[in-house]
């Protein structure tokens, strides 16, 4: 099964329009329960297929009076849209080397 259709089974859409409307950029990539933003400033991730349950994931080198800004404008978006973000930690995102694959580690709060 590929990366598009998995995303399908998720609420893609819903979540594009709480990271636009709160944060105006777009995603960058979708890839099964994971959501990244542009410039990998953090990841949202579906606790639930609907998309009322999200973990939010900031990338560790994320300044942290732009990561408490970020999080309240997508909480807040989220709330009205009939979602719930909870903060979950930091990640570390690392080209592999010699390959376009990229090793994503999680760092829970």
Known sequence: MNAESTNELYALEKVRFIIKDAC???IAYAYDDLVFSEHGLFILQFLDKEGTELACWFNQDCIEQNKVAIFNSLAKTATLNSSNISYKGKF??????GSEEIDIKFFPN
């Open 92 to 97: 570390v995102m690392n080209q592999k080397e």
């Open 24 to 26: 105006d950029i777009d």
